[in-house]
């Protein structure tokens, strides 16, 4: 007696290997190269170049199989960071030099001690200058204003008395005597009574003067 066949179990289908792949970067997403290329440049603040590479990068990573976007996006807002540091440094050195003067054309009177300035200190009548960076190329620096008496002197007098005064503040300023010195002293008596802010303006000169002759044993 023949038994009645069994009934077949349907087969159970297994999972797509894409399915098991999901969510797990393939070989084929890969890492933009202006993407890395756009940080690596954006980091030491070349932002000419990072701006640019990261805008490419963004487009590029719209398309599928790219990654890199956030990197882009990083690249964007360091270079941002970077604009807004420059413009902040920029802002307080155009401060900073108003702030000293630097550029300005101002009566000899006005210069004070410590001042650098172009001028023809070589002029008979020295009554404007222009401040200078002391850092950069200049004619003169202005190192002292001195008290020396001069009501009822002579000009002859007033000339040594402030070339007197100015020589004792030469050397206490440069380090070196005027005597052994190869710079060049300068006066101006700005009035003749002797004022406690000093009322004669010392001041050095000299070919090739870069830097504060301060100390410069020169």
């Keep these: 007696m023949t038994q009645p066949p069994q009934p077949v179990e349907p087969v159970r289908s297994l999972p797509s290997a894409e399915s098991w792949l999901d969510g797990v970067p393939t070989p084929t997403q890969r890492l933009d ?28 990573t719209r398309r599928a199989g790219v990654r890199g976007r956030r990197m882009a996006q990083a690249a964007l807002a360091i270079s941002g960071c970077w604009v807004i540091a420059i413009g902040v440094a920029a ?32 002029a008979e009548t020295l ?15 202005a190192y002292a204003k001195v008290r020396a008496a001069m009501t009822g002197l002579s000009t002859e007098q007033k000339g040594t008395s ?38 004669v303006l010392c001041m050095v000169g000299g070919e090739r003067l870069v830097g504060s002759m301060r100390g410069a044993q020169r």
């Excluded at 307080?92 to 054309?105: H, K, T």
């Excluded at 001690?113 to 001028?119: G, N």
């Design 162 to 199: 402030a070339t007197q005064h100015c020589a004792t503040a030469f050397q206490d300023f440069v380090g070196t005597p005027y005597e052994r010195s190869d710079l060049d002293m300068y006066y101006v008596v700005l009035e003749d009574q002797a004022v406690a802010d000093g009322n």
């Design 33 to 60: 190269r202006f993407a890395i290329a756009a940080l690596a440049f954006s980091l030491p603040g070349l932002i000419p170049v990072g701006i640019p590479l990261a805008a490419v990068a963004l487009r590029r």
């Design 91 to 122: 802002v307080l050195g155009l401060y900073g030099e108003r702030q000293a003067g630097i550029g300005r054309s101002v009566p000899i009177a006005e210069v004070r001690v410590l001042q650098c300035f172009h001028a023809d200190l070589a």
């Design 127 to 141: 009554r404007m200058v222009t401040i200078a960076d002391c850092g950069a190329s200049h004619s003169g620096e």
